[in-house]
Nanobody
Framework: VQLVESGGGLAQAGGSLRLSCVGS????????MSWYRQAPGKERDWVAS????????NYADPVKGRFIISRDNTKNTVYLQMNSLNPEDTAVYFC????????????WGQGTQVTVSS
């Protein structure tokens, strides 16, 4: 059972990146899927989540209106579209699956680095 993130890299301020998180051994569609991030020397912070049923989304205030979380259950993948990036978005981004009545796993991905230059 694992989650594998990709899509990180270097972006300029004002630019965009799209992160992907592919699940294996678990159904993305049966779990609440979330993105977190951890900047150097700081704690890991919650960024966004998407619900199992209905696809409702929630965002942390610093990314609201700029980031979009989505899922494609046919590809067993969750995405984080990041727009209007700024240097404060620089961090390692982690994907997380939370258990529900439809899915039993509590799993973290290994993270992908996002660096935004000014």
């Amino acid at each position: 059972v694992q989650l594998v993130e990709s899509g990180g890299g270097l972006a300029q301020a004002g630019g965009s990146l799209r992160l992907s998180c592919v699940g294996s051994g678990l159904s993305i569609g049966g779990h609440v899927m979330s993105w977190y991030r951890q900047a150097p020397g700081k704690e890991r912070d919650w960024v966004a989540s998407i619900a199992v049923i209905g696809g409702g989304t929630n965002y942390a205030d610093p990314v609201k209106g700029r980031f979009i979380i989505s899922r494609d259950n046919t590809k067993n993948t969750v995405y984080l579209q990041m727009n209007s990036l700024n240097p404060e978005d620089t961090a390692v981004y982690f994907c997380h699956a939370s258990p529900t009545i439809l899915g039993i796993f509590d799993v973290w991905g290994q993270g992908t680095q996002v660096t935004v230059s000014s």
